[in-house]
């Protein structure tokens, strides 16, 4: 427990992990709010507004990970 | 005497509403959040740069996976397409919205490995992407033509993706340390063999030929997904070739990272 790790530890791009959050949360509600899209919309509307979440979410997250820290 | 009918529905009704394949959607929600938290416990208090980018993918990945799974055992996003033919078919169109997710971050990791640059990750990803929404495309389609034409597109598409991995990623990943060659060679051998297995699921589950049921498409399915998610980010997670070049903590409290060597 001395200093065996002299290493500072790499900052977190807070813009980031809120980013990878909302991406989680986007990706989430691609799948949860099926019932609701498609009692409302339609099946049409529903199949490529949750396509459209999920590349979306996956997009982000693809981008918050390669932006995770402060450079 | 007559036959088992769990036996012949491949399954068991869980909910009480017709449909035994919940046995199996359950059985993957579990084994999601199960793989979802020990990701997680892994990977808590890491703090080398690079691993912790694959800890925020792997974790991500089986994560939306246990709620895709739940979804489905719930009965969302399940819709009936009623062929040309009159059949009326059950489609589990989440279980879409899961891999246009997931599986381009399970790629997203093996590009790290290998560190390509960020046009082959999007090369790589947007192909990905194309598979499975032609897929789904097929799965929803009413005549076998139009089916049986996205699947052969949405395997064209897989293929593309093994042919990149297997040359350019494959070769860039050669160029780094033995410990990231032996790790990628691992995980595109894993990705080969199962993602190979996917498109021939399809065409033998009842969104193709109909030869297996939907209990034991279900099944199979989610041994496949929880194979390819959980079971990648095991095999990924325990390999120190996720650590960066100048740093070497343990990447996780109670594995010995050691184990992978």
Redesign the interface.
Known sequence: MTDT?T?E??V?NTRSVVG?AV??VI??S???L??TF?SRAG?GVT?WT??AL??L???G??YF??N??EE | MGMDPIALQAGFDLLGDGRPETLWLGIGTLLMIIGTFYFIAQGWGV?D?EA??YY??TI?VP??AS??YL?MFFG??V?EVELASGAVLDIY??R???W??TT??LL?DLALLAKVD?VS?GTL?GVD?LMI?TG?IGA?SKTPLARYTWWLFSTIAFLFVLYYLLTSLRSAAAQRSEEVQSTFNTLTALVAVLWTAYPILWIVGTEGAGVVGLGVETLAFMVLDVTAKVGFGFVLLRSRAILGE??A?EPSAGADASAAD
């Open positions: 790790n290493q530890t790499p977190l990878l991406c989680l990706a989430l691609g799948i949860f099926i019932p498609e099946f199949f949750m396509a999920e590349l979410a996956m997009v997250v693809a990970v390669l995770l820290h | 703090t740069k912790r980018e925020a993918i991500l994560g939306i709620a895709a979804a969302i996003g819709t169109y989440a879409y919205a899961d246009l997710f381009p971050l997203l960020r990750i990803i992407a929404v789904l929803l100048t740093e903590p």
